[in-house]
T-cell receptor, first 116, second 114 residues
Framework: DGGITQSPKYLFRKEGQNVTLSCEQN?????MYWYRQDPGQGLRLIYY???????QKGDIAEGYSVSREKKESFPLTVTSAQKNPTAFYLC???????????????FGPGTRLTVT | GENVEQHPSTLSVQEGDSAVIKCTYS??????FPWYKQELGKRPQLIIDIRSNVGEKKDQRIAVTLNKTAKHFSLHITETQPEDSAVYFCAASFPGGGADGLTFGKGTHLIIQP
């Protein structure tokens, strides 16, 4: 735990409004990710960023936007174009594991967004 | 892209018994397979992982096995305890795909019956 923070923990918005979810990490990780979690759906990748000022769409990017102006920060905006925005949103960051030859991901505590 | 199937979706076992959760993956290039545990309302936590050049890895009461030929891997929890109750996710990533994000299974809700 620790190192990756998300705020707020709970967020309520009216339909038609854009909302921005915060994600900050002080782990000096290069890569950061946003996932959406729905019941029975597991974790689905929205966007990811390998370096500052660069990001790529994941599997379900429609209706979302991101920015990566600083290494420590990767905010996610849920736009009014997202048809079903109510979900649990998880941010993660990763470091390359030399032993595994792969990237271990560490998750933030999540933000539960409810749109009515 | 990669596709990960996870079974069962719910698993109920008696305290002290063993639990096994199975995952299959589609991309034979995948080489990293982590398992995450998520307690209710909390973030997923990495509990064990395995790379494709290893067939089995154990850490106290948990172990993971990997069958590359069949493209499946399993999580084994022995001597289950109440604190093992959680949702468990398997995941897979392929070379250079780590930064694309892991592909997750849909999760298994493990219930430990007292």
């Amino acid at each position: 735990d620790g190192g990756i923070t998300q705020s707020p923990k709970y967020l309520f918005r009216k339909e038609g409004q854009n909302v921005t979810l915060s994600c900050e990490q002080n782990l000096n990780h290069d890569a950061m990710y946003w996932y959406r979690q729905d019941p029975g759906q597991g974790l689905r990748l929205i966007y990811y960023s390998q370096i500052v000022n660069d990001f790529q769409k994941g599997d379900i990017a429609e209706g979302y936007s991101v920015s990566r102006e600083k290494k420590e920060s990767f905010p996610l905006t849920v736009t009014s174009a997202q048809k079903n925005p109510t979900a649990f949103y998880l941010c993660a960051s990763s470091i390359y594991n030399l032993r595994q030859g792969a990237e271990e991901q560490y998750f933030g505590p999540g933000t539960r967004l409810t749109v009515t | 892209g990669e596709n990960v199937e996870q079974h069962p979706s719910t698993l109920s076992v008696q305290e002290g018994d063993s639990a096994v959760i199975k995952c299959t993956y589609s991309d034979s290039a995948s080489n990293y397979f982590p398992w995450y545990k998520q307690e209710l309302g909390k973030r997923p936590q990495l509990i064990i992982d395995i790379r494709s050049n290893v067939g089995e890895k154990k850490d106290q009461r948990i172990a993971v096995t990997l069958n590359k030929t069949a493209k499946h891997f399993s999580l084994h929890i022995t001597e289950t305890q109440p604190e093992d109750s959680a949702v468990y996710f398997c995941a897979a990533s392929f070379p250079g795909g780590g930064a694309d994000g892991l592909t997750f299974g849909k999760g298994t809700h493990l219930i430990i019956q007292p």
